[in-house]
């Protein structure tokens, strides 16, 4: 892929990444209006616990899908991914249900098990180098979202919050459709076709990927089950508002990181490859530098004006987590390099590293000072793992492949 190309879908990859912001900021202001700091702290944990169930989805459904489309082909990989989307979802279900959470436990079912089926087409898209299908489909999600959580409303008003778990389930299963029909049109078609050794080697790659994941989801996520033990559901809305904030600015980094990710999987470990990599990271800093910026220059008023009284102290929060947002804007772009070329092991070093400084502040902090120790925490967290990635990146040993 030549340089013009990649300029060219990193532009429509942050155009369509910033609808997306658009879109689910559309949707957190929905929530905090709604149903409160209460309500929005419920989807945060809902949303919290999909992601850590489709860490486990993503070994067969993630990355993997991307590295190995052109190396093993798609029938085995859809086999694989379908299959084991449906046992995760099963499996994270009856964990619920025993634990005593039988309202929520369908949902996740559903969700889970469709998450996991729809990320294996988006991979699909980035393996193939399909990256405006890709872009597609990030912005249909939260846009049926949207539209679907509406309805909901609109009609059962009564459901509350569960209004956002209907419309999820629904429009996961309504892209997932979609994906099929314009899979035939690709002429990828689906066969069931299992492979032993296949599975194999899509593991020995999924799990040390998506061992980093799990680690990470951890630094980005524990201070929420935290608060929510010490101060209860509200305290995790308020607090999810600057971390949505965070996502959305990291929303730039990911564009970034995965067109290169896609390039990187073509071009391999190279000098170009690597200089492409600090190119875009340091770009990826620079815009995420101007975005906190003008949230920061945003009154306190406005974030109780736009998503309702109870919301107020979320700037601080933003302000507090403003560090760590910036370090992870320019690791982030590093990290996906990593995993491209199969470097797979210091993703999980750094995301180790990061999940020991999440454990040993975690529960003295939020203890301590509520929203403010948790946002402390994950800036500190975030911070120490990027160090850890740069100081690889920059190392002898990260160089071996191309000098020796």
Known sequence: MSSIDIKKNIVVTVMSKGLIMALNF?????????????????IAIFVADLGLISIFANVFTGSSISYFFSRIGYSKLSS????????????????????????????IFTAATLMGIFAFHNSLFVGSQRIDKYNLFTVLQPLSLL????????????????????????????????CYAMRRKMKIRLSWDWDWSAAKEVFSFGWKTELSSLLQFFNYRLTYYVLDFYFGRSSVGVFSIGVNVASAIWIIS??????????????????????????????????????????????????????????????????????????LAFSNVIGNYFSAIRHLNILIVKSAVGLVVTLSLAFVLVRQYAIDGACIVNSASYIVSSIVLLLYYFSKKSHSDIYG
């Not at 429009?171 to 459709?177: D, F, R, T």
């Not at 800093?285 to 101007?290: A, D, H, P, Q, Y």
């Not at 920061?296 to 560090?323: D, M, Q």
């Open 26 to 42: 559309a949707v957190i202001v929905l929530t905090t209006q709604l149903w409160g700091a209460e309500g929005r702290g419920s």
């Open 80 to 107: 694989l991914a379908h299959g084991w989307s449906l046992l995760v979802g099963t499996l994270a279900a009856a964990l619920l249900y025993v634990l005593g959470q039988h309202q929520i436990a369908p949902f």
């Open 147 to 178: 539209l679907l959580m509406l309805a909901f409303h609109w009609i059962w008003p009564s459901l509350g919050c569960y209004c956002y778990f209907f419309a999820q389930s629904l429009s996961l299963l309504i892209l997932i459709a979609v």
């Open 254 to 327: 990911q564009s970034m990181s995965m067109v290169q990710f896609s390039n990187v999987l073509k071009q391999g470990h190279t000098q170009e490859s690597r200089k492409e990599t600090m190119s875009i990271a340091l770009v990826s800093l620079g815009i995420s530098v101007l975005c906190l910026g003008a949230v920061v220059l945003l009154p306190a008023s406005w974030f109780a004006f736009v998503f309702g009284p109870e919301f107020a102290e979320a700037k601080r929060v933003v302000l507090v987590l403003a560090p760590g947002i910036l370090a």
